[in-house]
């Protein structure tokens, strides 16, 4: 073959290569046009695309996971109702209200299934959102594993807000051995007001709440009320911190062992919760540690009872027994144990043989300070 007859044959070729139809009609093929999502905190997380094909579209899933602690991939997917054709723009919501809503400064992994009539397919990048609190604008203090954000106040009431943490975490590992394993968010609001509507379904009375998978914490605090809120702070930051050492997929925490660690790293029992249980003490009407495992009364005095009785509990197995051996128990939960039995592999008694040693000392610590301690449940309040 002469050297001019290949150099037709390679022009050739190239043309039947630039000419084919896939190239020809990319343009037209199935294609994403734009993709967005857009917060309305607490209430949406809308999210919006665009496609188009040169046949008609004709099925759409939105599919989401949330960021959080979980022992299985969950992916959500959204279904999206629309008219086929060949160019679309669709919406679909995620309603707070049907899912019970997410805290601020959560986050959102999304991305988009698109097929048309043809059979093609796509499928989008993954995308992240944050689900913040957008009425605000917040600023953030970072030390550690701990992160503050706050939108009233100078950075001094920040500064306080993060000592106090940091010194609730020093002391939750003297007494417990237990460290955060992941970072912790602290959202500080204004007040009440502000507070209650960050959340979903609230509660007037709630004055703090922790979202342990999430490792999120929000609660109102003002400079009026900071001593408040150094207290608060210790407790759900205790709560965040055990949940991230015992979390597993087969077994929870005895509420009394949860409730009385995070009441006990308060610091010394309120006059009035030891008021409570002194009177408990006198009168033989201590709630037993088996009943203390689930969720306390919505009755006030049985409830303060019970998370009096939470904090003796803690500080009874703390101050007798020793840091190490509370580390071990939080890591007998970890692993899925039985309340009995983690109790048992630890200390060598379960529930029952806990009752009555801690009933023992429970009765000599407050037997004696009933009588002086009553005035208190007036004084205190309760």
Sequence with gaps: MSKKIKIIVLIFSLLLVLLSPPLVQAQGELAI??????????SRLNFNLSARSNVNITDIRLCYTVDRTSFAEVISEGYIEFTPSTVVDVSWALDMLKVGGLPPGSTVKY????????GK????????????D?????????????????YRGDDSFAREIMLAAQ????????????????????????????FIGALIHPQEWVGGVNFPTFHIIAIPIASANINWGKTTI???????????????????????????????????????????????????KLISVRSLCSEFSAFPEQAYISYA??????????????????????????????????????????MDGLDSLWRDYVNKKYQSAAEWMQPALVTAGF
Excluded: C
């Design 234 to 284: 210790a407790h759900e930051l205790t709560h965040q911190v055990i949940y991230q050492v015992t979390a597993n997929p087969y077994n929870s925490l005895p509420h009394w062992l949860n409730e009385g660690l995070a009441t006990y790293e308060e610091g010394l029992l309120s006059l009035g919760l030891a008021s409570y249980l002194a009177k408990a003490v006198s009168e033989d």
């Design 167 to 194: 010194q609730a975490l020093e002391r939750l590992a003297e007494d417990t051995g237990a460290y955060p394993e992941k970072p912790v968010k602290i959202y500080v609001y204004a007040n009440q007001q502000d």
């Design 309 to 350: 009785e939470s904090y003796s509990l803690a500080e009874f197995l703390i101050t007798t027994y020793g840091r190490d051996k509370m580390l071990e128990l939080l890591a007998a939960f970890r692993e899925g144990s039985s309340y009995d039995g983690a109790l048992k592999t630890v200390y060598g008694f379960d």
């Design 33 to 42: 046009l734009g993709s967005s999502a857009e917060t309305e905190f607490p």
């Design 134 to 150: 957008t009425r605000y604008q917040w600023r953030s203090l970072t030390e550690g594993k701990v992160s503050v954000y706050w």
């Design 121 to 132: 397919k796509v499928e989008t990048a993954p995308a992240q959102v944050l689900f913040n």
């Design 111 to 118: 991305w988009w299934r698109v097929k048309d009539a043809s």
